[in-house]
């Protein structure tokens, strides 16, 4: 079984503004106390500028603890060597002509039990494309099929990941807003 969903959500900040904040995003200082306290450390792989197309690509790992497991699970995850740490590879892709950020996280580990992809665009708004961020994100979860996993775990093992996800998600933008509001401040 699969577990997917998208959300949007609409920065009332220009595109500019909210991409330089989704950067710093895992990095704040203020975020890593609250909201973003399960985040450990983010460190750059590579990046750089495709002179042909003119575009910004990076590759980031994010290292972060895994959110509270239920009981049948932790001896899963214990024996997929899994350890305390969730790394997660993130590939980002920034067209500042054309104003389009793309953002794709995949987990590197639990990858034998559970499958995440992420992925999330930052492009103007159409009613208010010089003012306004339209952010979507995409999120597939699919938990593996081992045979040590009945169906029933598998579902709630998704279930809990995209619950675990989506409240991230909303912790995130949270962060990505009030660093807009502190750039904003800091152009005036």
């Not at 973003?36 to 603890?65: F, K, N, Q, W, Y």
């Not at 590879?89 to 996280?105: C, F, K």
Request: net charge neutral.
């Amino acid at each position: 079984m699969v577990v997917s969903y998208t959300q949007e959500h609409v920065y009332r900040h220009p595109w500019h503004r909210v991409t330089a904040a989704a950067w710093r995003k895992f990095t704040d200082p203020a975020a890593r106390d609250e909201p973003l306290s399960h985040i450990v450390d983010v460190e750059t792989l590579s990046r750089g500028v495709d002179p042909r197309a003119g575009r910004l690509h990076a590759v980031r790992v994010i290292a972060g603890r895994p959110p509270p497991l239920p009981f049948l699970v932790r001896g899963l995850v214990a024996s997929a060597g899994a350890g305390d740490l969730v790394l997660c590879v993130e590939r980002t892709s920034v067209d500042a002509a054309a104003r389009a950020m793309r953002v794709v996280y995949r987990n590197a580990t639990f990858r034998r039990l559970v499958d995440v992809e992420e992925r999330c665009s930052y492009a103007p708004h159409p009613d208010q494309p010089d003012e306004w961020t339209l952010f979507t994100q995409e999120t597939r979860i699919r938990c593996a099929p081992l045979a040590a996993v009945s169906a029933t775990v598998a579902e709630m093992v998704e279930r809990r990941c995209a619950e675990s996800f989506v409240q991230n998600a909303a912790k995130g933008m949270e962060v990505v807003e009030r660093i807009c509001e502190g750039l904003a401040e800091g152009e005036k």
